[in-house]
């Protein structure tokens, strides 16, 4: 066990855990921020996507001890009332069925229009390939990153 300081959604947290404890279980476990779904456990499925310094990440294979002083932010801190672009576009279009993916997605999509504030087609393809729904609402998904895109 080691003693780890973490920036999470603007807050200062302190866990002592194993050094090769993935984040996700950190952030659902010891910080009770259990927004950031398990998927497969492998980065293959997209619902445990976070943001370590803006940048999309699968928290299921990052290992506590390779965060160091990244600003990480959940699902839970993307916006006080879930009033960010990208949450308001998912409304808008009805992306959620299940639901179960839809945090992993909209923590991809707001950390491709953070980085790429008017992506083509293609570069929604190439942010969002691998972030999995199982109830297939791609279609959605994209419409509402360009409904989010327009609305910047």
């Given at each position: 066990?080691?003693?780890?300081?973490?920036?999470?959604?603007?807050?200062?947290?302190?866990?002592?855990?194993?050094p090769?404890?993935?984040?996700l279980?950190?952030?659902?476990?010891?910080?009770?921020?259990?927004?950031?779904?398990y998927?497969?456990?492998?980065?293959?499925?997209?619902?445990?996507?976070i943001h370590?310094?803006g940048v999309?990440?699968?928290?299921?294979?990052v290992?506590v001890?390779?965060?160091?002083?990244?600003?990480?932010?959940?699902?839970?801190g993307?916006s006080?009332?879930?009033?960010?672009?990208?949450?308001?576009?998912?409304?808008?279009?009805?992306?959620?069925?299940?639901?179960?993916?839809?945090?992993?997605?909209?923590?991809?999509?707001?950390?491709?229009?953070?980085?790429?504030?008017?992506?083509?087609?293609?570069?929604?393809?190439?942010?969002?390939?691998?972030n999995?729904?199982?109830?297939?609402?791609?279609?959605?998904?994209k419409?509402?990153?360009?409904?989010?895109a327009m609305?910047?």
């Amino acid at each position: 066990m080691a003693n780890f300081d973490l920036l999470v959604n603007k807050q200062k947290h302190q866990v002592d855990v194993d050094p090769d404890t993935p984040i996700l279980w950190v952030l659902r476990d010891h910080l009770n921020l259990v927004g950031t779904k398990y998927g497969c456990g492998i980065a293959q499925c997209g619902a445990c996507t976070i943001h370590l310094d803006g940048v999309a990440a699968r928290s299921c294979s990052v290992p506590v001890s390779s965060v160091g002083g990244k600003a990480i932010t959940t699902i839970e801190g993307l916006s006080a009332k879930a009033d960010h672009p990208v949450q308001k576009a998912w409304i808008e279009h009805d992306v959620p069925q299940c639901g179960y993916c839809q945090a992993g997605q909209i923590m991809s999509a707001s950390a491709l229009l953070k980085a790429n504030p008017n992506p083509s087609d293609e570069d929604i393809d190439v942010a969002m390939h691998g972030n999995i729904c199982r109830c297939g609402t791609y279609v959605r998904i994209k419409a509402a990153i360009k409904t989010a895109a327009m609305s910047k």
